[in-house]
T-cell receptor
Framework: NAGVTQTPKFQVLKTGQSMTLQCAQDMNHNSMYWYRQDPGMGLRLIYYSASEGTTDKGEVPNGYNVSRLNKREFSLRLESAAPSQTSVYFC????????????FGAGSRLTVL | KQEVTQIPAALSVPEGENLVLNCSFTDSAIYNLQWFRQDPGKGLTSLLLIQSSQREQTSGRLNASLDKSSGRSTLYIAASQPGDSATYLCAVTSGGGADGLTFGKGTHLIIQP
């Protein structure tokens, strides 16, 4: 089925470890996003990519890096994980222009001990 | 800065009732408003997208309305079913921030059998 695919679905890390969350979409969308969702905080934008080769910081970028590898893939990297990064991470994509529907992946639940 | 509020935060109603979920936003200069559904442990699924030039959108038992001038949208669910139990989020696209999106924190809906 067409959509947004995230891996892994679950991950447990120790403080200081690094990891990369992968995201791929097969809808030929230009824009891709990484959000985190925490209880009581709602969805917060981490990074955003308007097109291949461009990335922009969102509301909570500290401690994260991203790569827009090609039009399909947008990865999120934690270089040195901290307990405060325990969260559910969502990747999303949208077609050209803000008139289009935002499509989300199923999420990646990350626990940092 | 755009702010989106959803009231109530939680709602429990008996099966079969018609119900209305509310979403309000502070800046009426929006491009569109999108309603999402989120099941526990899952990603967000888009339900309806209303462009700024539209007054309402319908999909099955769901009807979403938009009143830009008053900064309000409602999601009407007819003949509610236990399968409608989920968290419902609204998001507006208004050009602010890196992605132009502002999410509400959602209404957690429980339909009692």
């Amino acid at each position: 089925n067409a959509g947004v695919t995230q891996t892994p679905k679950f991950q447990v890390l120790k403080t200081g470890q690094s990891m990369t969350l992968q995201c791929a979409q097969d809808m030929n969308h230009n824009s891709m996003y990484w959000y985190r969702q925490d209880p009581g905080m709602g969805l917060r934008l981490i990074y955003y990519s308007a097109s291949e080769g461009t990335t922009d910081k969102g509301e909570v970028p500290n401690g994260y890096n991203v790569s827009r590898l090609n039009k399909r893939e947008f990865s999120l990297r934690l270089e040195s994980a901290a307990p405060s990064q325990t969260s559910v991470y969502f990747c999303a994509s949208r077609g050209q222009g803000w008139a289009n529907v935002l499509t989300f992946g199923a999420g990646s639940r990350l626990t940092v001990l | 800065k755009q702010e989106v509020t959803q009231i109530p935060a939680a709602l429990s109603v008996p099966e079969g009732e018609n119900l209305v979920l509310n979403c309000s936003f502070t800046d009426s200069a929006i491009y569109n408003l999108q309603w999402f559904r989120q099941d526990p442990g899952k990603g967000l699924t888009s339900l309806l997208l209303i462009q700024s030039s539209q007054r309402e959108q319908t999909s099955g038992r769901l009807n979403a309305s938009l009143d830009k001038s008053s900064g309000r949208s409602t999601l009407y669910i007819a003949a509610s079913q236990p399968g409608d139990s989920a968290t419902y989020l609204c998001a507006v696209t208004s050009g602010g921030g890196a992605d132009g999106l502002t999410f509400g924190k959602g209404t957690h809906l429980i339909i009692q059998p």
